[in-house]
């Protein structure tokens, strides 16, 4: 059975980031390094074909918000590393990016979201304040599952993670999504971020525990 390769573009202002991201690449098989530019104007027609364009750009929130959706307009996954203030993870995410990732963050968890955003799922490995005024209420079981979309894991993944089946798991993504509206894990993902709750490893606590305002 083949492996399919994720083709991945960097747009970048930093060479360092540039070079350690090329060699990190590099190392594995299932990922290609396409292109590498130091702005999206000058990677233009290099973009073709590409799975994940990785930003790295050292600009404001909206600037960086403008990129994701002018990315995802060609029909590019986003994965961002920024090193700004941690409300940027919601504004970028807002904008169409699939991760959001802590330029703090090591090779192999770079790796993992890269994957996963590749694969379509979303990531983000920085807390974000609360977005929105009025939002759902999440049981803590459902908190725990929402982390865990958040991070890339699948419903196997999640049931295993937290002892229970993989049919509860489906069981609690139906109610969130009928208190969302939306079971996309795209829109999960941000629910995460919105909500801050992607700084903590997930426990195992009850079913019914304290509802997140």
Same mark, same amino acid.
């Given at each position: 059975?083949?492996?399919?390769?994720?083709?991945?573009?960097?747009?970048? $202002?930093?060479?360092?980031?540039?070079?350690?991201?090329?060699?990190?690449?590099?190392?594995?098989?299932?990922? %290609?390094?396409?292109?590498?530019?130091?702005?999206?104007?000058?990677? $233009?027609?290099?973009?073709?074909?590409? $799975?994940?364009?990785?930003?790295?750009?050292?600009?404001?929130?909206?600037?960086?918000?403008?990129?994701?959706?002018?990315?995802?307009?060609?029909? %590019?996954?986003?994965?961002?590393?920024?090193?700004?203030?941690?409300?940027?993870?919601?504004?970028?995410?807002?904008?169409?990016?699939?991760?959001?990732?802590?330029?703090?963050?090591?090779?192999?968890?770079?790796?993992?979201?890269?994957?996963?955003?590749?694969?379509?799922?979303?990531?983000?490995?920085?807390?974000?304040? %609360?977005?929105?005024?009025?939002?759902?209420?999440?049981?803590?079981?459902?908190?725990?599952?929402?982390?865990?979309?958040?991070?890339?894991?699948? $419903? %196997?993944?999640?049931?295993?993670?937290?002892?229970?089946?993989?049919?509860?798991?489906?069981?609690?993504?139906?109610?969130?999504?009928?208190?969302?509206?939306?079971?996309?894990?795209?829109?999960?993902?941000?629910?995460?971020?919105?909500?801050?709750?992607?700084?903590?490893?997930?426990?195992?606590?009850?079913?019914?525990?304290?509802?997140?305002?």
């Amino acid at each position: 059975m083949s492996t399919a390769t994720t083709r991945i573009a960097v747009i970048g $202002d930093c060479p360092v980031f540039q070079e350690g991201v090329s060699q990190l690449i590099g190392t594995v098989p299932d990922l %290609h390094l396409v292109a590498i530019a130091p702005s999206v104007d000058v990677l $233009d027609g290099g973009s073709r074909g590409v $799975d994940v364009v990785l930003v790295d750009l050292q600009q404001s929130a909206p600037s960086l918000a403008a990129v994701v959706a002018e990315l995802r307009g060609r029909g %590019h996954a986003v994965l961002v590393v920024s090193s700004s203030p941690q409300v940027d993870a919601v504004q970028v995410i807002q904008a169409g990016a699939s991760g959001y990732l802590s330029r703090q963050v090591g090779a192999e968890e770079l790796l993992t979201a890269i994957r996963a955003v590749g694969a379509g799922d979303g990531y983000v490995s920085a807390p974000a304040g %609360h977005l929105l005024g009025q939002s759902p209420r999440f049981t803590k079981r459902e908190q725990e599952i929402l982390r865990l979309v958040a991070h890339g894991a699948t $419903d %196997h993944e999640i049931a295993d993670r937290l002892s229970i089946s993989k049919h509860t798991v489906q069981s609690h993504l139906d109610r969130i999504g009928e208190k969302t509206g939306s079971r996309r894990r795209s829109r999960l993902t941000r629910l995460a971020v919105e909500h801050g709750l992607t700084d903590a490893e997930t426990g195992t606590a009850a079913d019914q525990g304290p509802e997140l305002r």
